[in-house]
């Protein structure tokens, strides 16, 4: 057990020195860059099923996700809800 953890510690200290230099050599300019073109991708939809397709499209493959889901929150009935996004709409967005 305490060789297992320690194992596991040593790996995330491996993973987290990969990922600074990963970070260093991509610059932090780069990382600025890449989020305003992915705010002016996302801010170009024009209905809700268009952003949908963005905000999924986009959040998945900054954060490296097969899976999302995107919160909203109703002001007026103060209620969180989500819509769901996959394949079928997917099939509809391609088709129009």
Known sequence: MCL???CMNVQLKLE???LA???RAKGPASEVADLIQMVNRIHKHKNLKSLMAGLFKEISTFFDFKDIC???HDD???QLYTITYGDA???ELANQ
């Open 21 to 23: 230099q990963a970070l």
């Open 89 to 91: 709409e997917d099939i």
């Open 70 to 72: 995107i919160m909203f």
């Open 76 to 78: 007026e009935k103060d």
């Open 4 to 6: 297992q953890l320690l």
């Open 16 to 18: 987290r020195m990969q």
